[in-house]
Every structure is written in structure tokens, then in C-alpha cells.
């Protein structure tokens, strides 16, 4: 591994937990304007001092996203369909020199397995990873499964081995509460998992808390983050639980405090 690959990895990791808070607010790119993203400078700017890195597309980057921030960017660099068509028709958006000229420490895109684009989306992250590694940029395979396909250890584990197969040095996919130690050891590179669609605080906490019990290095939450009733509390309580090891009952207690102190600044004001 060349030092600038290392370099970027290690920008990405909290060098004292080893762990990652990634934030996604890539959602955009398929959904619109989804709650929470109407305004995305509004949701990023608060939220920016408290993630290891953002990832975002390149279209938000430049319009909304300060170029002072010391936070790492990583980069979104799939897409094509919305919402309204078929999500696993994807192809690659975003070129390798776009990323370097946005000083991003890594890409990421979607592969899709068990659905009908399968084959291309996993070659799309095949000719993702043979143009990174030429200028040692990290890739995050993100995994998705067939819509008919339960979100368990069989089939999460076969879209995360298999996204390490074709070369991803990080993979994302979802948490599943049976056997996701099994989905960690049958994947040779790190895992981070999804936060995937709005849950009440707690849980999402007990998710992030069992993940990394578990064996993940990280989370890149999203919605369970900017739709949350606080999000810069719900982000802090997510960071006590990945790089300080709080219990779930601490980290929501934590998060508790943080947002009745807002409201207590809030009426101070």
C-alpha cells in the first residue's frame, strides 16, 4: 500500500479508537430534496466538527460545503436513476481527477447484488478500484441486496465478501442482529454499517453499540443523524459509543443531556 493510500486511510480513522464516524448525505442523488436535506449547508455546516469524514456528492460538496472544513471528504461517484426507476441502474458519475481536484480521501458507489443491474454495478466498482489504486484513493463499496433477499447474515455476507473480492478497501452495509459477527470475519477488509431509515434515537444508538460489539469499525449514519430531534446530540452520542465505548443506556443518557441543554440555551437567548 503506497503512503498516500495509507495517508488517506488513516485521515478517515480516529488514530485513537481506530474507529470511523462517517456522515452520509448523499441521499439527495436519488430521493431530491428528503427530510432533513432540503437545505444541505444548513444541515452539513452544524454537524461537520463532529464526523471523521462527510460523504457527499460533488455537487453539494462545491455549492455547500465550507472549503475551509478540516473534516475529509468522501466522495459519492455512482448514480443515474431516481427514486422513481430502478435504483440498481447505476453506472459511474464522477471521475477520478474530479476527486483529486476535491481533495477527497476516498470514493465511494453502490453495488447492487441479487438485483437486475448486478453484474455492472459489481464491474463498475471493478473499474473503480483499478483507476484508485493508480492514485492510492480508498474505495467504500456500499452494499445493497435484492429486494426479495432478506437483510441477514447469508446474503449481507455474500455482497460484503464479494465486494472485497473485486478490491474495496472499506465496505458499508447493514447491521443485522443475528450472525453479523459471521458477516465481519467472511469479510477481509473493514466494515462500516448503515444507518439506514429513521429509528428513535435509542435504537439507533443500540444498533451503532452492537456493530461494534460485533465487529464493525464504524458507522456512516445518515437520517438516523440530520432527521433526528438534535442532531449535533444524536452525532456526539454516536461518537461515545463508537471511540469511547459508552453502553448504550450512557450514550442515550448523553444525548438526553445535550439536547435539554440546548433547550435550555435556546430559552436563555
Excluded at 77 to 95: I, Y
Excluded at 217 to 229: A, L
Excluded at 235 to 248: L, Q, W
Aim: hydrophobic share 40%; glycine share 8%.
Amino acid at each position: 500500500m503506497d503512503w498516500g493510500m495509507k495517508n488517506r486511510l488513516a485521515r478517515i480513522f480516529n488514530q485513537k479508537s481506530q474507529r470511523t464516524v462517517m456522515l452520509a448525505v448523499d441521499h439527495g442523488y436519488f430521493q431530491g430534496p428528503t427530510t432533513g436535506l432540503k437545505r444541505p449547508r444548513e444541515t452539513v455546516t452544524p454537524l461537520l466538527p463532529y464526523c471523521d469524514s462527510l460523504f457527499v456528492t460533488r455537487g453539494v460538496l462545491r455549492n455547500c460545503v465550507n472549503p475551509s472544513t478540516n473534516t475529509p471528504i468522501f466522495l459519492r461517484v455512482s448514480g443515474g436513476p431516481s427514486v422513481l426507476g430502478e435504483l440498481s441502474n447505476e453506472d459511474l458519475t464522477t471521475s477520478m481527477k474530479e476527486a483529486l481536484k476535491l481533495n477527497a480521501v476516498g470514493v465511494g458507489l453502490s453495488i447492487f447484488v441479487g438485483e437486475k443491474n448486478e453484474d455492472r454495478t459489481i464491474s463498475n466498482l471493478g473499474k473503480l478500484v483499478n483507476e484508485a489504486e493508480e492514485y492510492g484513493m480508498p474505495v467504500l463499496a456500499i452494499t445493497a441486496v435484492g429486494k426479495d433477499m432478506a437483510r441477514d447474515a447469508r446474503y449481507l455476507g455474500l455482497a460484503c465478501r464479494i465486494a472485497a473480492e473485486i478490491g474495496a478497501h472499506m465496505v458499508k452495509t447493514y447491521y443485522c442482529s443475528e450472525d453479523f459477527e459471521k458477516v465481519v470475519e467472511g469479510c477481509p477488509v473493514p466494515i462500516v454499517i448503515a444507518g439506514g431509515k429513521k429509528m428513535p434515537e435509542k435504537e439507533a444508538l443500540e444498533m451503532s453499540y452492537n456493530a461494534i460489539s460485533k465487529g464493525a469499525v464504524g458507522v456512516d449514519m445518515g437520517r438516523n443523524i440530520f432527521q433526528s430531534e438534535n442532531p449535533v446530540a444524536m452525532i456526539k452520542s454516536v461518537r461515545a459509543v463508537v471511540h469511547e465505548n459508552y453502553s448504550v443506556d450512557e450514550a442515550f443518557e448523553l444525548f438526553n443531556k445535550l439536547k435539554s441543554e440546548r433547550v435550555v440555551s435556546s430559552v436563555v437567548e
